[in-house]
T-cell receptor, first 114, second 110 residues
């Protein structure tokens, strides 16, 4: 069974530029999460989707971050415009009730904002 | 929301040693996961253990939900065990959103 796929793996941009990350969850997983992990900290949830609907986006900085999961499968997370403090690893995870909501993570995208 | 504390923050051991990592949480949980984050940043699932004890090779985990803690045991450590170990629990009872501890950084020296 293929795991969670993410791309790109690394991205370096200048502040005020925009960037997008892509995630493809494990096949059949209805729930998809985006986490932000700042160096030295644990991951923090940005947004949770159930199929193509948003369940929780309370910690998403909506003035600059947006995410979509239009067909209920893969998802994109966008930052526009980026700030220095957005430098982090962006992790995507997915889960299904059939696995008792155990979350499985992709390899992450490491973003550096200069 | 729930608070998660991990200890120790850092642990340095020689190859072959045993270690115990602790995760304390502030409220009842029905879900707890242990992860290993390798040097490339990948979060690898170790255990899904809301209660009881599980073993997988040299690793085992015990969660005592009534006392709000979980322990991860690593025996006969290898250099490949190095990395950061995280525990994570649901933000509130019944939720899927996970709250992570700050992690324990384990370094195994040859």
């Amino acid at each position: 069974e293929a795991g969670v796929a993410q791309s790109p793996r690394y991205k370096i941009i200048e502040k005020r530029q925009s960037v997008a990350f892509w995630c493809n969850p494990i096949s059949g997983h209805a729930t998809l999460y985006w986490y932000q992990q700042i160096l030295g900290q644990g991951p923090k949830l940005l947004i949770q989707f159930q199929n193509n609907g948003v369940v929780d986006d309370s910690q998403l900085p909506k003035d600059r971050f947006s995410a979509e999961r239009l067909k209920g499968v893969d998802s994109t997370l966008k930052i526009q415009p980026a700030k220095l403090e957005d430098s982090a690893v962006y992790l995507c995870a997915s889960t299904t009730v059939l696995s008792y909501n155990e979350q499985f993570f992709g390899p992450g995208t490491r973003l550096t904002v200069l | 929301g729930i608070q998660v504390e991990q200890s120790p923050p850092d642990l340095i051991l020689q190859e072959g040693a045993n270690s115990t990592l602790r995760c304390n949480f502030s409220d009842s949980v029905n879900n707890l996961q242990w992860f290993h984050q390798n040097p490339w940043g990948q979060l690898i699932n170790l255990f899904y253990i809301p209660s009881g004890t599980k073993q997988n090779g040299r690793l085992s985990a015990t969660t005592v939900a009534t006392e709000r803690y979980s322990l991860l045991y690593i025996s006969s450590s290898q250099t490949t065990d190095s990395g950061v170990y995280f525990c994570a629990v649901p933000y509130i009872q019944g939720a899927q959103k996970l709250v992570f501890g700050q992690g324990t950084r384990l370094t195994i020296n040859p």
